[in-house]
Nanobody
Framework: QVQLVESGGGLVQAGGSLRLSCAAS????????VVWFRQAPGKEREFVAG????????YYADYVKGRFTISGDYAANTVYLQINSLKPEDTAVYYC?????????????????WGQGTQVTVSS
């Protein structure tokens, strides 16, 4: 069993930056795929970025390329999402999710473990 806890969200002005964290407990992330999704009010949850713990392969949604960076700290068993040049349309609850797989898929149903989410609000 894996427990995921996100942190780092907040209120930021457009153009600013945030670093979200996803800390795992209960089991290490080895051989896991760890991803970030987000859900804006009234919209469906959408894939943002993912990383495979083994090999560190990353994958990004097209709309975040160049602004978002996903990375992992193996020692801390934590995955980070660095978000730069924030836009008001980035406002959403950001969720961390994981599954015991080396595949990176964009379907949320693929992931077994979810955090509670962290709110990101970007003001214009």
């Amino acid at each position: 069993q894996v427990q995921l806890v996100e942190s780092g969200g907040g209120l930021v002005q457009a153009g600013g930056s945030l670093r979200l964290s996803c800390a795992a407990s209960g089991r290490t992330f080895s051989s896991y795929a760890v991803v970030w999704f987000r859900q804006a009010p009234g919209k469906e949850r959408e894939f943002v970025a993912g990383i495979t713990w083994s090999g560190g392969r990353t994958y990004y949604a097209d709309y975040v390329k160049g602004r978002f960076t996903i990375s992992g700290d193996y020692a801390a068993n934590t995955v980070y999402l660095q978000i730069n040049s924030l836009k008001p349309e980035d406002t959403a609850v950001y969720y961390c999710a994981a599954t015991a797989s080396r595949a990176l898929l964009t379907r949320d149903t693929f992931y077994d473990y979810w955090g509670q989410g962290t709110q990101v609000t970007v003001s214009s």
